[in-house]
């Protein structure tokens, strides 16, 4: 009888984790989320998913997984630190993460000294109007 009662109560608790952490059970499993295929529009150089361009900037941030956007942040914030070659290729990934993480270094990117990053962050933090 205890065997009994344990099995059930094993099957229950499984139960209940499958309803309510289904969400997180399928994100496991849907692998094309997590890393979706980049493909490289030359006209536009924006960085888009190949089943479906984003027009709006802010939509954009949602095709990435919460691990490789801090990557992508750790690796903006030392390239931010660099010469104006890596200050640009900063706001390049600053421009594919479009989240509000990257709002420090683009008012960082304003009072630097090149025009190139100046004008670059203006443009990146108007989209965020």
């Known amino acids: 009888m205890l065997n009994f009662l344990s099995i059930v109560l094993i099957i229950l608790i499984i139960f209940i984790f499958v309803i309510f952490k289904k969400k997180y059970i399928f994100n496991v499993f849907n692998k094309k989320k997590l890393y979706p295929i980049k493909e490289m529009d030359n006209e536009n150089n924006i960085i888009t998913s190949s089943s479906k ?29 660099g010469v104006t070659a890596d200050k640009l290729q ?40």
């Open 53 to 81: 361009k984003y027009n709006h900037y802010q939509n954009s941030s949602n095709k990435y997984s919460e691990f490789y956007k801090r990557t992508l942040r750790e690796k903006m914030l030392k390239l931010s630190k």
């Open 90 to 129: 900063a706001l390049k990934i600053a421009e594919e993460l479009a989240d509000k993480s990257t709002l420090p270094i683009l008012r960082k990117g304003l009072k630097d000294m090149n025009l190139q990053i100046v004008e670059r962050s203006a443009d990146l933090i108007r989209k965020f109007k």
